[in-house]
């Protein structure tokens, strides 16, 4: 089993629709979270850090279910310009060293 | 006022030939990686260093070899190209630990011919 697990898409939506985007992860004692997006030849910025209560940045809505070890990211309101990959990310922990582990990305196409 | 820059932005190089990229971040940000994003898009971490203090090594051939003369910086050498190594290479930065956002350089576009 992958340690991050993401659907690849690509998830073609109209603008103004809403998405969302899921993610699982193996590591039950993942203690961070993160989504990051990816434009086309570009880095990954981050998006949102996602938090177990539950977290809103605008159009965007994160959650965490620990029980299930997913994370969710929703886009309300979608537009051109949220076209992109959008990563979901979990630290490791344990051990004598903490990594991001890093899912292969969610391609997301807004069309007009 | 680039966070974190990253040269060359390109590399086309041949099979064999020893190759670096360097990465400085002006942050003050105490931890520095390098990622490895492959054709299939797959981020990888390869190496992550502490106030100049390696502290993640994956497993990673040791033709690679990071290297870092202050926190400011991380260079990444590597011998013997080959094919296989084609790929986008990240460096990245954060303030430290793992709950802290890590910012990205825009990348450099590796191709071993």
């Known amino acids: 089993r992958k340690e991050v697990e993401q659907d690849p898409g690509p998830f073609n939506v109209p603008e103004g629709a809403t998405v969302a985007f899921n993610c699982t992860y193996s590591n039950s004692a993942s203690q961070s979270f993160f989504w990051y997006r990816q434009d086309c030849r570009k880095e990954p910025k981050l998006l949102m850090s996602v938090y177990s209560s539950g977290n809103e940045d605008g159009r965007f809505t994160a959650q965490l279910n620990r029980a299930s070890q997913y994370i969710s990211l929703l886009i309300r309101d979608s537009k051109l310009s949220d076209s992109a990959t959008y990563l979901c990310v979990v630290n490791t922990a344990g051990g004598a060293t903490n990594k991001l582990i890093f899912g292969t990305g969610t391609l997301l196409a807004v069309q007009p | 006022d680039t966070a974190v820059s990253q040269t060359p932005k390109y590399l086309v190089t041949q099979m064999g030939n020893d190759k670096s990229i360097k990465c400085e971040q002006n942050l003050g940000h105490d931890t520095m990686y390098w990622y490895k994003q492959d054709s299939k898009k797959f981020l990888k971490i390869m190496f992550s260093?502490?106030?100049?203090?390696?502290?993640i090594n994956e497993t990673v051939p040791n033709r690679f070899s990071p290297k870092s003369p202050d926190k400011a910086h991380l260079n990444l050498h590597i011998n013997s190209l080959e094919l296989g190594d084609s790929a986008v290479y990240f460096c990245?930065?954060?303030?430290?630990?793992?709950?802290?956002?890590?910012?990205f350089g825009p990348g450099t576009r590796l191709t071993v011919t």
């Open positions: 990245a930065s954060s303030r430290d630990g793992i709950s802290y956002e890590q910012y």
């Open positions: 260093y502490n106030n100049k203090e390696l502290i």
